[in-house]
């Protein structure tokens, strides 16, 4: 018997003693299936099997999607998400050193193959509008390059940009045509290259990935057209070409650039002078561009060189003075018959840098203001195309 109570199965109460209720006799414990089933009830899934029940015999797909939804992992959940789109920026391709690789040109599909990694940043489409080299291009193309950008902009308002390939030598005067008479607040990005496909350290699938950035950026917009190249942004207006084989050959002298494209597109000011959407130039209303010809001022010019233009039917003449503007030899001979023959004469400075004042009242000698000589054509050439009067022309000048 000791045996038995030394183990401690059972220990009898005292013979003595009463045992008394303390309050209401307490439930016995839970089981394990008890706590197993109320511990299910409480779990999400648990209620979304009830939800599915009950949804099953309406739309036992969408039973299928809570299901997955729920269960899912995390990265899988988020790799579900729509990703945002790209931007999209469009190409027309001219031709140029871009493009001028041994043997024949690139054409518009192989430049944007070109680029790696591009499909991940933009997405890109474009068109041959040509592939000549920039100084092949007539007036007439420049027109019809500018309606079409219009007229794609125009039909497509998702498009976020557009860019354009030329060749560096008249770069700029495309860009600043293009800057002029794009009426859309959207940018147009010119672009060229130095060195050609086929020549080591060709610069052109750099210049072409920047351009289409710059282009698909928002921070762009109001900006006009811009030239970029050698991780640079400049102005169509202010911009010129300096040098005739370096890499950073493109500058905006004194004004300095607009912006850079290293890992991001940074904008550092913007232009103020009128352009663009604000533009009065309608290219759809322009049958042709009128002549204006560039004559350089040098010691001892003669003036017939200013008759001869006019005489051969050019409608302005822009003066590429020395210094502030100063002619020599007959050059003012000349100036005075072609105003007189009805012609408009406007001076500018051949030393790439400084302002011409215009002119006043029904004057037709007009100040080029900062203008390149170059510039200053393309602005006289579109300001004949659109009026006649003095007044008109000589605030074209002080606006654009």
């Not at 197993?36 to 299928?64: G, H, K, M, N, Q």
């Not at 759809?284 to 039917?313: F, H, S, W």
């Amino acid at each position: 018997m000791a045996s038995f109570f030394q183990r401690g199965d059972f220990v009898p109460a005292a013979p003595s003693l009463r045992v008394r209720s303390r309050g209401p006799r307490r439930p016995a414990p839970l089981s394990r299936l008890t706590r197993a089933a109320r511990s299910l009830l409480d779990t999400s899934l648990f209620r979304l099997i009830l939800v599915a029940i009950v949804v099953a015999a309406v739309s036992p797909d969408r039973v299928t999607q809570l299901v997955r939804a729920q269960t899912a992992p995390p990265q899988q959940a988020q790799a579900q998400a729509p990703a945002a789109p790209l931007p999209r920026v469009y190409l027309f391709a001219t031709g140029g050193t871009i493009s001028n690789k041994t043997g024949g040109r690139l054409t518009v599909d192989e430049l944007i193959q070109s680029v790696p990694g591009l499909d991940r940043r933009v997405k890109a489409e474009g068109e041959q509008f040509l592939n000549v080299a920039s100084g092949a291009i007539t007036m007439e193309q420049w027109l019809a390059l500018s309606r079409k950008i219009n007229e794609k902009f125009k039909k497509d308002a998702d498009l976020a940009g557009i860019v354009v390939t030329s060749g560096t030598d008249t770069l700029e005067e495309l860009a600043y045509f293009l800057h002029l008479t794009v009426r859309d607040t959207r940018p147009v990005v010119v672009v060229g290259s130095m060195r050609n496909p086929s020549t080591t350290g060709y610069e052109g699938v750099a210049n072409l990935e920047d351009a289409f950035v710059v282009a698909a950026d928002p921070a762009a917009k109001d900006m006009g057209t811009l030239v970029v190249l050698n991780d640079e942004i400049n102005s169509a207006r202010e911009v010129t070409k300096t040098d005739a084989r370096a890499l950073d050959t493109f500058s905006s002298h004194d004004y300095g650039i607009l912006g850079t494209v290293y890992d991001r597109v940074q904008i550092l000011r913007k232009p103020v002078r009128r352009h663009s959407a604000k533009s009065e130039f309608d290219v759809e209303k322009i049958e042709a561009l009128p002549r204006v010809d560039v004559i350089l001022t040098y010691q001892g010019a003669p003036g017939d060189l200013i008759k001869a233009a006019v005489d051969n039917g050019a409608k302005g003449v822009v003066i590429a003075g020395a210094g502030a503007g100063a002619i020599s030899g007959t050059q003012g001979e000349g100036m005075t018959y072609a105003t007189e023959k009805g012609a408009f004469v406007v001076t500018t400075t051949r030393t790439g840098q400084g302002s011409i004042p215009g002119g006043r009242g029904a004057s037709r000698r007009v100040g080029g203001d900062d203008l390149q000589p170059v510039k200053a054509r393309i602005l006289l050439m579109l300001a004949l195309a659109t009026t006649s009067e003095p007044a008109d022309v000589q605030r074209m000048f002080r606006e654009y």
